[in-house]
């Protein structure tokens, strides 16, 4: 099959556009023909990639319409739309409906973000985009709920496949500890984009209650300020993170790696991991990326309560505490350290969910989508099990 995804795209730093990126390889193993129609944030430049066809800047209402126009005359037989809605120029993305309004051909609605409470206007950019969509992919089964009941998007039109996963070769803890220079250390990470919604404190908060009993325990905070936060305040959040860090004597606690990872170096940071942390406050978070990579390399996981972590460690694949509280972040953290046999389980139960959500598996799923959609343009949509 001829398919497009609507995306932003490397060499741009983004989670949407390393997910395109994984999704669009994946595909191809599957045999796929995918272009991209790449987003550019205003002000940028990048060099893209042969597979990306047209490129989009955010601001430009035009260039949304153009696409579609040039999508119609092309041989593409569907499309995959990649929402978040801050990817989108216009208010709350809102121009991701001129796209919508032009094209002629199917389109996949892929839902990254899914609120529980979204504003007026958020609310009616999903429906509408969820009325115009031949199927509506989501990545929770919470997600499907609200799909349905807030946004109206009829259960026939909905599908649920998990986050993509690499397929990280695994290597021995010890021996990446000792490469890194951190022989012995309990370890602690969380990696992703640094910005005021990750918790990034709390999870400070929580190390700084555990040094006393864990002296050489060492926290990892692997990523690099999101570049659209980096243009708007430049490096404010991570600063202030540095200088809690000062103020709670953790100088030889918590390091920080400043940089956009490759998905070897994430693979290590992970496989050296004793504790991954999630600390987000937000409790209404549908998807974490940097969560998934986790739970595919089978690590023991502490994390706040938010709606896909709810769903994710369910049945002991995690520990989740019931809110974003630094002492029973630092508490559940501590009930790994000093036990073992817990930390094995909790490894051996998210690694089995793990190799369940590798993408060349995700891709497939997409696949018996898309072809289950073409063949039923006429009729009925009739979801896949899962």
Known sequence: ?????????????????????????????????????????????????????VELHEESKEDFAASAEYINSSYTDLVLLEHEYGIFGGCDGNYVLDFV????????????????????????????LGQSASAVICMTRRSAELLHEVYKIPLNKIYVVPHGVPVFREKPRERLKEAYGVSGRPVVTTFGFIGPGKGIEIG????????????????FIVGETHPKLRKREGEI????????????????????????????????????????????????????????????????????????????????????????????????????????VLKSQLERKAGKLGKTMTWPQVAKSYVEIIEEILQNRQGKVIPLKG
């Open 204 to 219: 400070i908060k929580a190390i700084a209650m555990l040094k006393e009993k864990y002296p050489d325990i060492l926290y």
């Open 101 to 128: 309004a032009h094209l002629k051909k199917p389109f996949i609605l892929n839902t990254h973000t899914v609120l529980s409470q979204p504003t007026i206007s958020q609310k009616g950019i999903l429906i509408k």
């Open 237 to 340: 959040y991570r600063e202030s993170l540095e200088k809690l860090v000062e103020d709670l004597k953790l100088h030889d606690n918590v390091r920080f790696v400043n940089k956009f990872l490759t998905i070897e170096e994430i693979g290590d940071y992970l496989y050296m991991t004793d504790v991954y942390l999630t600390p987000y406050p937000g409790r209404h978070q549908a998807v974490s990326g940097t969560l998934s990579y986790a739970i595919g390399c089978g690590r023991a996981i502490v994390s706040t309560s938010y709606d896909y972590s709810l769903e994710m460690l369910a049945n002991g694949r995690g520990l989740v505490a019931s809110q974003a509280d630094p002492e029973e972040l630092a508490a559940l953290i501590d009930q790994i350290l000093k036990d073992p």
């Open 1 to 53: 099959m001829n398919l497009a995804i609507l995306s932003t795209y490397p060499p741009r730093e983004c989670g949407i556009a390393s997910f395109a990126k994984d999704l669009r390889d994946n595909l191809a193993l599957w045999g796929q023909n995918v272009k991209i129609l790449a987003i550019t944030d205003n002000g940028s430049s990048y060099s893209y990639p042969p597979e990306v066809v």
